[in-house]
């Protein structure tokens, strides 16, 4: 005697299946979603890192940098800058970033350039407080390496 799977069955199996997939990717959204404000700590969005925000995006600086993998991959990710640069260091990475803002561009032969921006000390310090919280969202080990 052969079994066969009846019109019966294959309707089941393709309601069934279909609704479990379902549940479990609309469960798996649920999770992801009521997980985002512990992983990005929102918390700590302070007005000066929303203004950081505003500064990088005016001025384009993702055209050449990433963020967590996210942007141009023409100049170092700026995600982990915090931990790279700063020695994870909140007043030496304010520091840092006012004397590279303003040294740019570098004169050093056969080295990609980085123009120079004209930002106010502010601009800077919103800019660094931005990488700082940045450097803070959890991003599951990503970048899997301190260059980035
Ligand atoms: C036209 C491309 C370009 C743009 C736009 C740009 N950068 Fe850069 N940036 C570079 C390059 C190239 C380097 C590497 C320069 C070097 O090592 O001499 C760099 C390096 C840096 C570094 C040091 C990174 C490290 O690991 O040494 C920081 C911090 C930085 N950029 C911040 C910014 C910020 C903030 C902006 C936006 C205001 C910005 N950049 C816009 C090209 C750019």
Request: net charge neutral.
């Amino acid at each position: 005697m052969t079994e066969r799977i009846t019109k019966d069955m294959a309707r089941n199996i393709y309601f069934g299946g279909g609704l479990f997939a379902i549940l479990v990717f609309t469960g798996l959204t649920f999770d992801t979603v009521n997980r985002i404000p512990e992983l990005s700590h929102e918390s700590k969005i302070t007005k000066s890192v929303i203004a950081g925000k505003k500064v990088w995006e005016e001025n384009d600086c993702v055209g050449c940098h990433t963020l967590l993998g996210e942007g141009a991959y023409y100049a170092p990710e700026l995600g982990n800058a915090f931990q790279r640069l700063g020695g994870s260091d909140k007043q030496g990475f304010r520091d840092y970033m006012q004397g590279w803002m303003a040294a740019q561009p570098l004169d050093i032969p056969d080295r990609r350039k980085m123009p120079q921006f004209n930002l106010t000390t502010k601009q800077v310090n919103n800019l660094a407080d931005f990488l700082m919280w940045m450097s803070k969202v959890n991003a599951q080990e990503w970048p899997p390496n301190i260059q980035g």
